[in-house]
């Protein structure tokens, strides 16, 4: 084996090592697992041309190149965003149980935390996720962002106490998620709303991300009463839907399907015991890692 064969190898046995913690870094960043592949092949793209000699630490150089790659990305994105058709929400990922039991892992992914985390700017999000969720050191978040270490505190500080005022009060725990996502079912598959109204929060938000090619609706719903009457719109003979659990980024979530075909991917948000937020991804283009599971780690 020459020299140059024997770096690829590597360089590719270190990429697919660190791959399921580069793509999570990159998701939690950008929001949607397209974005994040695409992360991923520019960030192979430029690691195939390091020096591994160079290289003292494998996995923190990796994550160096997807920020930043993520990040170019994410300012792109955000103009992209502006012009989106109706409530835009995270893509959906089918999650394998074990993701659920990391529960620092399964918080960050969520997609109530996702939305939370777009209320960021890109470099607070960054400095956010490295360190909150990955324990990177600040030197090595600073020299990834471009900053110096104390500004980078500063922006952790910052970004820290921005997603403390903004992420759900009490940590749901997985029972409390599924007996909502239950209530719900059953007033779709029986049209007894009662249930789903006494756990719905007075200030409840649900959001319909159709993209403009699904039907959804173009602003939140508000209140208990519109949620109650979407629900009951779902229950059409005609069409009729059916409801299955799954895990989707390491919580509980129902995927509907009309007529066999899938439809919806609704996640929830719980806060003291009753949902806060009803999130509804319908854009087929957001769905297409509901069929199987997306790995994720830290």
């Known amino acids: 084996m020459s020299t140059g064969e024997h770096r690829l190898d590597a ?20 929001g949607s697992a397209a974005d994040a592949e695409d992360v991923l ?10 020096d591994l000699g160079t290289v003292r630490d494998r ?3 990796l994550v160096r190149i997807a920020t930043r790659q993520a990040l ?30 990391d529960v ?18 890109p470099a607070e999000r960054a400095v956010f996720v490295l360190r909150e969720v990955f324990a990177v050191d600040y030197d ?13 505190r500063q922006i952790a500080h910052r970004a820290r106490a921005h997603v403390a005022e903004r992420r759900p009060r009490g940590s749901a725990s997985a029972a ?11 007033a779709v598959e029986t049209g007894d709303l009662r249930r789903l109204l006494d756990i719905l929060a007075p200030d409840v938000v649900m959001l319909g991300d159709g993209g403009g090619v699904a039907k959804a609706a173009l602003t939140p719903l508000v209140g208990p009463e519109q949620v109650a009457a979407l629900v009951a719109r779902l229950r059409t003979p005609d069409a009729p ?24 991917v609704l996640t929830v948000r719980i806060d003291d015991g009753l949902v806060t937020g009803l999130y509804a991804v319908r854009n087929p283009e957001k769905l297409s890692r509901v069929e199987r599971e997306t790995p994720v780690s830290r």
């Open 11 to 30: 360089a590719t046995e270190a990429f697919v090592t660190h791959r399921n913690l580069l793509f999570t870094v990159a998701y939690e960043l950008l």
């Open 176 to 186: 409390e998620i599924r007996s909502a996502l239950e209530a719900f079912q059953r």
């Open 72 to 101: 170019g990305r994410l300012r792109t994105l955000g103009r992209r965003r502006e012009s989106y058709i109706g409530p835009w929400l995270p893509e959906p990922l089918l999650t394998s149980p074990d993701v659920a039991e």
């Open 140 to 152: 090595e978040i600073a020299e990834t962002v471009g900053k110096s270490p104390a500004a980078v």
């Open 104 to 121: 620092e892992l399964a918080d960050s992914v969520s997609t109530a935390m996702l939305l939370v985390l777009e209320t960021l700017q």
């Open 241 to 264: 839907a059916t409801l299955e659990p799954a895990q989707i980024n390491g919580h509980p979530a129902l995927i509907f399907r009309l007529d066999g075909a899938l439809s919806t």
């Open 59 to 61: 996995r923190a150089y």
């Open 41 to 50: 092949q520019e960030t192979w793209m430029r690691w195939a041309g390091v």
